[in-house]
């Protein structure tokens, strides 16, 4: 069996010793970028690798290619999948040590672009497969490389021009929505990027409003709901800050049953480097 969204700890610590999955530690704090390699060292799933977000699964900021996480060039992107181990074969889990899923939300979203449909997160990320009693280690383990042959769907993404122009329809196409918390998506409380506020148009629906406090995810039923009145206005765009946490509303609406939507992967950061470009 394939696991394309979520996949439970029971039903992963059944395929622990299985040659074809590949478990990806992606633990991360924006406040210390040590902290998940740091975390990863002390205890992780058995066999698991670490995918750190600034080094692994963004690129580098360069004239034109702005935002505070870009996305890592394809090229790059399949090489640091080489030396992960993952290849077409390869039944990818990805977690976070607690169940914010950001990190890990991203990777999956970066193996759907590059074609790979076997990749899930961890329910509950590293947090509650501890607490239901299944292994943790402190030894790390150097896969074997294999080769990924990749096939980038580009249609996956939005551009700032793209989301531009759904902005100047005043949303009469589609829906934009703002995955961070809801008091950034209303200017408040911003320390992380240099403007506050939001998109124009945009709707707000923070990545975190469909966990609860053990970290479990609403069912798809609740979520096909959460998502219906945006979905039914025609296509969807998600942003956040910088790519990272909208990719987990992506992953919530895929699992949900809907079109695989559009990630705008600039997002705020990028797009606020353009004075032109409106803020609300």
């Known amino acids: 069996m394939s696991y394309h969204t979520f ?10 010793q299985n040659p074809d999955y590949r478990f990806v530690d992606c633990s991360y704090a924006l406040a210390d970028k040590s902290w998940g390699r740091n975390e990863f060292n002390k205890a992780h799933i058995p066999g698991a690798i670490y995918a750190d977000l600034h080094d692994d699964l963004s690129g580098t900021i360069t004239p034109g290619v702005t935002g505070r996480h870009p996305l890592p060039g394809k090229e ?67 896969p074997a490389p294999k080769v990924f042959n990749a096939n980038f ?32 998506y209303a200017g408040q409380n911003e320390t992380i990027d240099p403007v506050a506020g939001h998109i124009p148009t945009a709707i707000s629906k923070p990545f975190n409003a469909q966990l609860n406090a053990q970290g479990g995810v609403a069912d798809a039923a609740v979520l096909k709901e959460h998502f219906a009145p945006d979905f039914a206005k025609g296509e969807v765009i998600f942003y956040c800050g910088s790519g990272v946490t909208a990719a987990f509303n992506v992953l919530l609406a895929v699992h949900a049953g809907y079109t695989f939507p559009k990630l705008y992967a600039g997002s705020w950061s990028e797009w606020i480097t353009d004075p032109q470009r409106p803020v609300a």
């Open 7 to 16: 996949i439970a700890p029971a039903a992963a610590f059944e395929n622990l």
């Open 76 to 142: 790059e992107l399949v090489q640091r999948l080489y030396t992960f181990g993952i290849d077409s074969n390869t039944q990818v889990v990805a977690y976070d040590s607690t169940a914010g899923f950001m990190a890990a939300a991203r990777l999956w979203w970066l193996l759907k672009w590059a074609g790979h449909e076997n990749v899930a997160v961890l329910a509950g990320g590293k947090q509650a497969w501890d607490e239901q009693g299944f292994p943790l280690t402190s030894e790390i383990i150097s």
């Open 153 to 184: 769907h580009d249609e996956l993404l939005a551009d700032a021009d793209e989301v531009a122009a759904l902005v100047n329809s005043g949303n009469y196409n589609g829906c934009l929505i703002d995955s961070r918390t809801a008091d950034r």
